[in-house]
């Protein structure tokens, strides 16, 4: 029995999810990756390079270490791998990450503009401001080193500069949900813009009051794992 095999089905659910829903782009795309951490060991499973997400089956999602050994797939891991590894490494509170090119996120990925707090629920689940990571080249050591040094604010989605949207998570679930609420926000943000009319944010207590039910959850959940 494969000890990988409930999170790499899980993985292949995601992706063709999100794939049918446009996450990825298209229904033949291979564009973005998701992965999922083994809680406890310095293991990830991970989408394979290339692939078609509506053609994948489980036993094709890579199993690798920290150290990008293979444990398991025939396939070469994302070519992002290394992002996944270096985020898992400075944020132990996330075990999921899903990384999208979903079409409004995309919007501000090109005029490089975070977008600001601008529902309660939302800035509960995914923080105050979804950053813009700078832009570097797919795969390389500058996208880890600007992932990881953006991903250190503690908030749960990003913008990727020219390339897309991280949205991470405690769990796969969690993750996956973040990234659905990041495009509703960025869908209605970018309409609220392009009415031209002035755009109001939530208020300063609000976004405090949130700030610390998220630490209250936060703490509350890590207390329970003990």
Same mark, same amino acid.
């Given at each position: 029995?494969?000890?990988?095999f409930?999170?790499r089905k899980?993985?292949?659910?995601c992706?063709?999810?999100l794939?049918?829903?446009?996450?990825?782009?298209?229904? /033949?795309s291979?564009?973005?990756?998701?992965? &999922?951490?083994?809680?406890h060991?310095? &293991? /990830?499973?991970?989408?394979?390079?290339?692939?078609?997400?509506?053609?994948?089956a489980?036993?094709e999602?890579?199993?690798?270490?920290?150290?990008?050994?293979?444990?398991?797939?025939?396939?070469?891991?994302?070519?992002?791998?290394?992002m996944?590894?270096?985020?898992?490494?400075?944020?132990?509170?996330?075990?999921?990450?899903?990384h999208?090119?979903?079409a409004?996120?995309?919007?501000?990925?090109?005029?490089n503009?975070?977008?600001?707090?601008?529902?309660d629920e939302? +800035?509960l689940?995914?923080?105050?401001?979804?950053e +813009?990571v700078?832009?570097?080249?797919?795969?390389?050591?500058?996208?880890?080193?600007?992932?990881?040094?953006?991903?250190?604010?503690?908030?749960?989605?990003?913008?990727?500069?020219?390339?897309?949207?991280?949205?991470?998570g405690?769990t796969?679930?969690?993750?996956?949900?973040?990234?659905?609420?990041?495009?509703?926000?960025?869908?209605?943000?970018?309409?609220?813009?392009?009415?031209?009319?002035?755009?109001?944010?939530?208020p300063?207590?609000t976004v405090?009051?949130?700030?610390? /039910?998220?630490?209250?959850?936060?703490s509350? &959940?890590s207390?329970?794992?003990?």
């Open positions: 029995m494969d000890p990988y409930n999170d899980d993985v292949v659910d992706c063709q999810w794939c049918r829903q446009g996450y990825f782009g298209s229904l /033949l291979a564009g973005g990756n998701v992965s &999922v951490r083994i809680p060991k310095p &293991v /990830l499973v991970i989408t394979p390079s290339g692939m078609p997400y509506m053609e994948l489980p036993e999602i890579c199993v690798v270490d920290f150290d990008l050994n293979r444990i398991a797939g025939d396939l070469a891991p994302s070519i992002e791998t290394a996944h590894i270096g985020i898992y490494q400075n944020r132990p509170d996330v075990g999921a990450v899903v999208t090119h979903q409004y996120a995309s919007v501000f990925a090109l005029i503009q975070p977008i600001p707090a601008l529902f939302v +800035v689940s995914i923080g105050e401001t979804v +813009v700078p832009y570097a080249l797919s795969g390389t050591p500058a996208l880890v080193e600007h992932v990881t040094q953006t991903v250190a604010n503690g908030c749960h989605c990003f913008i990727m500069q020219n390339h897309g949207a991280l949205n991470l405690k796969l679930a969690d993750a996956w949900q973040h990234a659905e609420l990041l495009e509703k926000t960025a869908q209605a943000y970018y309409r609220a813009l392009t009415t031209g009319k002035p755009l109001t944010t939530l300063n207590e405090q009051r949130m700030r610390e /039910l998220r630490k209250l959850t936060e509350a &959940v207390k329970s794992e003990k």
